[in-house]
């Protein structure tokens, strides 16, 4: 997997992102944000599932972990 440290860093990254900024602005919106014919409450729901599709953050995470681990004992570190 040769862009798998990337890869898993760009969506871990772009999700929390994604999640930090819909809850900026539903909590801009406050209850109204809420009522599930806004859009906010849709968005932040679709940003909050991107976390967990396709692997969570904490898996995410993970893998970036075991590709820098793999690659510091491959060169001589760690």
Do not use: C
């Not at 990337?6 to 929390?16: D, F, H, I, N, V």
Request: no cysteine; hydrophobic share 40%.
């Amino acid at each position: 997997m040769p862009f798998g440290k990337e890869s898993s860093k760009a969506k871990y990254y772009a999700t929390e992102l994604a999640v930090r900024a819909s809850n900026e602005i539903l909590q801009l919106y406050g209850w109204r944000g809420i009522a599930a014919d806004h859009g906010v409450e849709k968005r932040w729901r679709d940003a909050r599932a991107l976390t967990i599709f396709e692997g969570s953050s904490e898996i995410q995470l993970l893998n970036a972990f075991r590709e820098i681990r793999r690659m510091a004992t491959s060169e001589g570190g760690l």
